[in-house]
């Protein structure tokens, strides 16, 4: 079983920062790409940004130059670092897997969190 985890949401004025927080476990084989969506009241949920397991990076054009994904040397935590947030970026925040399980390491799957709330707000 494969779960990820998500921490570091939260209140913070506009100008501020958070920095979320993604680790997978679980029966992991090997994780492909990791990214984070978000999804705001009446809207759809929406890829921000996205790593390869290469360290390619993608982003909306919302956050370009604003938000930061990264991850770490065992490829199965993932973070985005957040700067300069806005109003418009308050929405439950969700991080997303690509990986093969050990009992199925010819088939990827996506897994994903249970998401955190960011609320921008003064």
């Known amino acids: 079983q494969v779960r990820l985890v998500e921490s570091g949401g939260g209140l913070v004025q506009p100008g501020g920062s958070l920095r979320l927080s993604c680790a997978a476990s679980g029966s992991i084989f090997r994780v492909n790409a990791m990214g984070w969506y978000r999804q705001a009241p009446g809207n759809q949920r929406e890829l921000v940004a996205a790593?390869?397991?290469?360290?390619?990076?993608s982003y909306t054009d919302s956050v370009q130059g604003r938000f930061t994904i990264s991850r770490d040397n065992t490829k199965t935590m993932v973070y985005l670092q957040m700067n300069s947030l806005k109003p418009e970026d308050t929405a439950v925040y969700y991080c997303n897997a690509e990986l093969r399980t050990r009992q199925s390491i010819t088939n990827t799957r996506t897994y994903w969190g249970q998401g955190t709330q960011v609320t921008v707000s003064s």
């Open positions: 790593i390869s397991s290469g360290g390619s990076t």
